[in-house]
């Protein structure tokens, strides 16, 4: 198929409007990145997103519209619920709010689930586009699948030439990251992923949030994927490592890589400190919008053979900073191989809850666990399978059986305890793990801490156990990704 490319004026729009009546696929602007659109109520247009991009089909798609009315017809919406006053604040913007779905859009679009993500975006060409076609507009970005959202059309072209029927070129993106996504259907709603919209946005609207339970794998599908990333193996480093490394051009924990292999990208500040640096740098800007603003393209320009890894250089997780964080995590996150094993004391509560509810939030890296005194074979506690069942049905526990550390075989990866104690007996048990054994408090948080056993205690002790480890593995996920861009 040849693509057409074209500037993004009112004929273009036109045009783009009537293939995507006739059921082609057409790329556009936004004002966060640019989208992959077809009509919504299509199922064999939608279809055809689906094969440009090389996405799973069970990874649905966001539904744009053009004004704040269409929202009643696809979805359901509460008056003055809080996807009605989210909607009042942010749109049209990068934000996007999950609703119970109404009948008429193609099943395709929404993954096959209840539900359906809806933003209206308000960069003028998205919206005189989807005016044009009088349809709601499924969109998901412009990049074949796992690769970084594209902030330009050459971005596009780079990834899907020849397989979509015609790029709007409207310029850079503005915002570069992705909207927020709000599912709306639990209460409090959840943040299913940062973006456009900061927390302390959402949040002074909302007034709570809730926590997303049981790993944003089960409610939101597309966060079970590798994404954002480019070829090249992407790490972060904080800071003062970024500071260490400048003054002596060697990356502590990519031992082998040439400096010269690296690419940096950084804050313009940060790059003062780096300009002896012998690879390639590129420049986040000065602020955060900006640095928002240029990370997929950063991540496109420095992905070039010459380079084997892209380090950035980010520590900020607030407003924009979370967002980008977790894209960054997110493209870090294809160096996670090997296993991860939990450790509690009996194998049959903390760590093996933990490893269930690992599984479910990060199938990429394999979850085991172990007791440091298991009675091996030991079913999981009565306690621990309705904790588990209450806040995460999916995570299978019947068939666990306890078994002790010296029992496992593989090595792990990464081993981590519920308590500090836990840590010594491992350190005793399996001296060859001694500099690869942590408290689950310790890895998430850097500092100490003990989940105590809740043996003999009630439901309810069991199942704020169950969720407080599950709040932290989001955080161990993040800790390790450090630690392996530090140490592997
Ligand atoms: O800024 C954006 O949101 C861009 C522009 C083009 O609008 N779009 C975008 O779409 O980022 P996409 O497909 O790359 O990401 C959509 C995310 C995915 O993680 C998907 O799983 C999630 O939204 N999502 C879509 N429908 C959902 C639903 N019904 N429930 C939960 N999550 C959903
Ligand atoms: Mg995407």
Redesign the pocket.
């Known amino acids: 198929m040849n693509t057409l490319r074209v500037r993004a004026d009112r004929s273009a729009v036109r045009r783009a409007a009537e293939l995507l009546r006739a059921g082609e696929v057409v790329a556009f602007p936004t004002e966060t990145v640019y989208g992959l659109g077809a009509d919504a109520t299509d199922p064999r247009a939608v279809a055809k997103i689906f094969a440009a991009k090389g996405r799973p089909e069970d990874n649905p798609l966001i539904v744009h519209i053009a004004d704040a009315d269409s929202l009643n017809e696809i979805a359901e919406v509460n008056p003055e619920g809080v996807a009605d006053r989210l909607r009042a604040a942010f749109w049209p913007g990068p934000l996007t709010v999950v609703l119970p779905a109404r009948p008429g859009l193609a099943s395709n679009a929404l993954g096959g689930l209840p539900t359906v993500a809806v933003r209206m975006p308000s960069h003028p060409v998205a919206l005189d586009l989807i005016r044009a076609l009088g349809r709601p507009l499924a969109a998901?970005?412009a990049?074949r699948s796992g690769r970084p959202?594209p902030t330009d059309a050459d971005a596009v072209c780079a990834d899907l030439n020849g397989r979509i029927a015609m790029v709007l070129d409207g310029g850079p993106t503005d915002i570069g990251l992705?909207s927020t996504v709000v599912d709306c259907t639990t209460s409090p709603p959840v943040i299913l992923r940062p973006g456009g919209i900061s927390r302390r946005d959402i949040l002074s609207i909302t007034g709570s949030l809730g926590l997303v339970v049981g790993g944003d794998l089960a409610r939101s599908p597309?966060t079970r994927y590798r994404h954002y990333a480019p070829r090249a193996q992407v790490v972060r480093m904080g800071a003062d490592e970024a500071v260490r490394v400048a003054a002596r051009p060697e990356v502590p924990g990519l031992p082998g890589v040439e400096p010269r292999r690296i690419a940096i990208m950084a804050s313009e500040d940060m790059l003062r400190h780096l300009v002896a640096w012998p690879g390639p740098v590129y420049s986040l800007g000065d602020s955060p919008s900006e640095a928002g603003r240029r990370f997929f393209r950063g991540l496109r320009a420095l992905d070039h053979p010459s380079s084997d890894v892209i380090a950035v250089v980010w520590d900020d997780d607030q407003g924009v900073g979370e967002a980008l964080l977790n894209r960054l995590t997110k493209a870090a996150g294809k160096a996670a191989d090997g296993m991860l094993l939990f450790v509690c004391t009996g194998n049959t509560c903390r760590s093996a809850m933990a490893e269930a509810l690992w599984n479910l939030r990060y199938p990429q890296l394999q979850a085991r666990s172990a007791g440091v005194a298991a009675l091996s074979g030991a079913p999981v506690s009565a306690g621990a399978l309705r904790a588990i069942q209450g806040i995460q049905p999916k995570a299978a526990l019947e068939h666990h059986r306890a078994r002790r550390v010296d029992e496992v075989l593989d090595d792990p990866a990464w081993v981590v305890t519920m308590t500090e104690d836990q840590t010594e007996w491992v350190k005793a048990l399996r001296p060859e793990w001694s500099d690869k054994v942590a408290s689950l408090s310790r890895w998430a948080t850097g500092r100490p801490g003990d989940l105590s056993d809740p043996y003999g205690s009630s439901d309810a002790a069991y199942e704020a156990l169950a969720r407080k480890i599950d709040e932290l593995l989001p955080r161990l996920w993040q800790g390790l990704t450090e630690r392996m861009s530090k140490n592997t």
């Open positions: 998901p970005s990049n959202s992705e597309g």
